[in-house]
């Protein structure tokens, strides 16, 4: 049971460029989630899905897209990266019920030049 | 929307000091509390929660009580290590749903 997966662990693009974080999950859970955590600031929401084919925008969905085609994965995409998305990037998933333990990936370091 | 407020780090303490970090929050309803803990290059992992008004969660020897009256969940320990040096969080969900609001983060450094 690997939980939650992310990939990369580091990541430098080039302001314009595009890249897709990934994410995978094998616990069955219907909602995932999206997290950039930037110093002073906690976690922001940039997008989540509550099931496979639904998807929705968070606090800070600008400049990202996401899709949801199955349960387990869940890739977040920068379509023209900015320095303004240098951040850590954090997937997670649970239930949906709001009782319920979130469990999150290692994170994803991205720096934009 | 919901909000939370948590006090600003870091916060250096000494082993075997007593660790208090103040979590306040504005929401509708009651909902579950939760403190997040992240460990240095490590995501975010889950130290306690509590589901209704009066509980108490406990873990780690960390503990923390839901008190409705003051809005309040604040993480209390005992006596730290320096195991402990970490992020904490505390989060809170919406009324429907699972989408977390965070606190900014506190920063805990326990020197030996």
């Known amino acids: 049971n690997a939980g939650v997966t992310q990939t990369p662990k580091f990541q430098v693009l080039k302001t314009g460029q595009s890249m897709t974080l990934q994410c995978a999950q094998d616990m069955n859970h219907e909602y995932m989630s999206w997290y950039r955590q930037d110093p002073g600031m906690g976690l922001r929401l940039i997008h989540y899905s509550v099931g496979a084919g639904i998807t929705d925008q968070g606090e800070v969905p600008n400049g990202y897209n996401v899709s949801r085609s199955t349960t387990e994965d869940f890739p977040l995409r920068l379509l023209s990266a900015a320095p303004s998305q240098t951040s850590v990037y954090f997937c997670?998933?649970?239930?949906?019920?709001?009782?319920?333990?979130?469990?999150f990936g290692p994170g994803t370091r991205l720096t934009v030049l | 929307g919901n909000s939370v407020t948590q006090m600003e780090g870091p916060v250096t303490l000494s082993e075997e000091a007593f660790l208090t970090i103040n979590c306040t929050y504005t929401?509708?309803?009651?909902?579950?509390l939760f403190w997040y803990v992240q460990y240095p290059g490590e995501g975010l992992q889950l130290l306690l929660k509590a589901t209704k008004a009066d509980d108490k969660g406990s873990n780690k020897g960390f503990e923390a009580t839901y008190r409705k009256e003051t809005t309040s969940f604040h993480l209390e320990k005992g006596s730290v290590q320096v195991s402990d040096s970490a992020v904490y969080f505390c989060a809170l969900p919406e009324a429907a749903g699972n989408k977390l609001t965070f606190g900014g983060g506190t920063r805990v450094l326990v020197k030996p």
């Open positions: 929401a509708t309803g009651y909902p579950s």
């Open positions: 997670a998933s649970s239930t949906p019920k709001g009782t319920d333990t979130q469990y």
